[in-house]
């Protein structure tokens, strides 16, 4: 396995001692999930024993399941070791016509089948960090019918996991859906409460073969052994391959 | 790397090939993906192969110009040749209706005639198009060894009868229906005969929807239940062995919205008629006189793969050639100033920088 430190995305994001909050951000012409894999895999290393609960909205199973596999990690194999969830809400439907209730109550489910692995994981022996990964989040609010209030109160149900489990979050939104005044709240709520986000973005002159587009790192950043905390903002350039993402100052790849 | 199946990840190609080798009309593609024919060769070479089994392709419609219908004309023809169930849904009163108009395919023979004087033509090119033919000739080649797969449609002569009496295809008017339950209904049984027998896709299916948020359906004011059917439409799609095509007026739904939507889409299309009287985009283009319109690739599908798909050019635009087949082209900017650099005006900076050494000139 390569070094934990090897890339600039690391680095930016610093070691996680769990509990954190990360979100990321993209758009149309560029997608974003590819950090998702990389901290799936990140939270699956062998040398830990970290689980991750993985609440896709987006894609099946199959199709986590052979992109992390070209990453040299096999996630049925971390299924059946206790390491990984999946929880395929690719159908989840909160009824709608029926009033408020319901729509409330297909998330509520969902949040106690994430309370009850959170459980299950964090009583099995060793230290572990739980990161709990949701892809992505504006289709919770289409399964909830538009109600962003009840996507919020479901997220922030979530967060509560974070003081009691010491729980990681890694969500993905999408950006450039939020431009209007009246569903701005989602987004600048979870970015209020995020330790990092990051915003990928394509190159303003378009795709290229060689640079596929540019991460922003917003590491607000744990307070620092002087006590002052740091904020800290990095920009870089990356290409996305099958195996690994490469990430590199502008200019500077050979 | 702790694997059980050691003959998985990028090998994995042959085992599929071997099982959706025998279904007509798919072929099979990288990452355990197949695809399916858009009916359009040269759209087909564009996207990488065709739209990708199991995707949900959005085509955003010109306001102006019917253009979206070529593309979902020659993409029902092209399931209905190969056999494959059809699912239409339209805003028009009598969408059955609309099947007498699809395209038939073109004989043979006279493919052969319209491919040589392009061949002929291409000795006599200046070097700025080089490119372009270059790109035609590998389809020819792929064309020969995959005859079936993609047929040249003739868009003058209509389909013949006995190809869409069939009972596999199924119609429905979305002006009908107060709401879009019924539509998804019918997807959901749809998708459900296609992927009847134990999971193993024995047949690919296609589901073109037109005009969707038109306002002549009731439910064109109901941004959030137009998003849940798409979504719901995309997780069957995806589960069954189907290719989901909508077309959208995207002038009708609101800004933020259209960016859900083209976020729900996997494979993403614009058309654009293109005004008669350009003068100044007559002068930029060459062969601006056949031109039918503009036609913009803004996502191609990315199933079990993390890797952008990166395409040469992003704006193509469409003719007819002989005033019957469609066939899209690569952007020629016409050698105004001589300092334009490449020729492929659309392609970013970036790519023409690496590419510099073959447009060298």
């Known amino acids: 396995m390569d070094n934990l430190c090897a890339n600039l995305l690391e680095e930016a994001v610093g070691i996680s001692k769990g509990g954190r909050v990360v979100v990321v951000e993209d758009c149309v012409q560029m997608s974003g999930a590819f950090v998702l894999h990389h901290f799936l895999k990140r939270s699956l290393y062998p040398d830990t024993s970290d689980a991750v609960i993985f609440i896709a909205f987006a894609h099946p199973f199959s199709h986590y399941e052979r992109i992390l596999r070209k990453m040299g990690c096999n996630l049925t194999v971390h299924r059946k070791n206790h390491r990984f969830v999946f929880l395929d809400m690719l159908t989840l439907e909160c009824p709608d016509r029926n009033g408020k209730e319901t729509r409330q109550d297909g998330l509520l489910a969902l949040y106690g089948e994430i309370e009850k692995a959170v459980e299950i994981y964090s009583s099995l022996e060793g230290s572990r960090i739980i990161t709990i990964m949701i892809d992505d989040i504006s289709l919770i609010e289409v399964a909830a019918n538009g109600s962003s209030n009840h996507v919020l109160d479901f997220l922030h149900y979530c967060y509560t996991l974070k003081a009691k489990y010491g729980c990681s979050f890694v969500t993905l939104n999408h950006e450039d859906i939020y431009s209007s005044a009246n569903t701005l709240p989602l987004i600048l709520q979870l970015e209020y409460l995020a330790d990092v986000i990051i915003k990928a973005e394509p190159l303003a002159t378009g795709l290229a073969s060689d640079v596929h587009g540019q991460l922003s790192v917003l590491n607000k950043g744990s307070v620092c052994d002087l006590g002052g905390s740091s904020s800290k903002v990095r920009n870089f350039h990356f290409r996305v391959k099958e195996n690994i993402v490469d990430y590199f100052y502008p200019g500077t790849q050979t | 790397m702790a694997s059980s199946r050691p003959r998985g990840g990028s090998f994995s190609r042959n085992i599929s090939s071997a099982a959706t080798a025998q279904i007509p009309g ?58 494959q169930p059809l699912l239409y849904a339209s805003p028009e009163r009598d969408p059955r209706g609309f099947l007498g108009t699809l395209p038939s395919p073109m004989a043979s023979k006279e ?65 009908d229906s107060p709401n879009l339950a019924p539509l998804l209904e019918r997807c959901s049984t749809f998708s459900a005969q296609i992927s009847k027998s134990d999971g193993n896709i024995t047949c690919a299916g296609r589901i073109a929807i037109q005009s969707l948020c038109s306002p002549q359906c009731d439910f064109s004011d109901k941004d959030w239940e137009m998003l849940s059917f798409i979504r719901s439409l995309k997780g069957m799609v995806r589960s069954s062995g189907a290719v989901a095509v ?65 395409l040469e050019a992003t704006t193509f635009s469409m003719k007819l050639r002989k005033r019957r087949a469609l066939v899209l082209e690569c952007l020629n900017q016409a050698p105004v100033d001589g300092s334009s650099g490449s020729s492929y005006g659309t392609s970013g900076s970036c790519s023409g920088s690496s590419k510099s050494g073959n447009l060298d000139f």
């Open chain 2, 111 to 175: 493919e052969k005639s319209h491919e040589r004087p392009a061949e002929q033509d291409a000795n006599l090119r200046i070097a700025w198009q080089y490119k372009k033919y270059f790109g035609e000739q590998n389809s020819e080649v792929q064309r020969g060894g995959k005859a079936e797969y993609c047929n040249d449609f003739d868009l003058r002569k209509p389909l013949e009868r006995h190809f869409y009496s069939g009972q596999r295809v199924d119609c429905i008017s979305l002006r």
């Open chain 2, 246 to 310: 909508i077309s959208f007026p995207p002038s009708l739904v609101s800004p933020t919205f259209l960016k859900r939507w083209q976020h729900l889409a996997d494979t993403l299309i614009s058309v654009k008629a293109i005004p008669d009287e350009d003068k100044e985009l007559a002068k930029l283009l060459t062969g601006y006189q056949d031109m039918l319109g503009l036609l913009s690739v803004h996502k191609v599908a990315r199933i079990n793969t993390q890797v952008p798909a990166i």
């Open chain 2, 26 to 83: 798919v072929k099979v593609g990288p990452n355990g993906t197949s695809f399916l024919s858009s009916g359009i060769p040269d759209l087909d070479q564009i996207l990488g192969g065709g739209f990708t089994l199991g995707s949900l392709v959005m085509i955003m419609e010109d306001p102006e110009a019917p253009h979206h219908m070529l593309l979902l004309r020659n993409f029902m023809s092209q399931g209905l040749i190969h056999k």
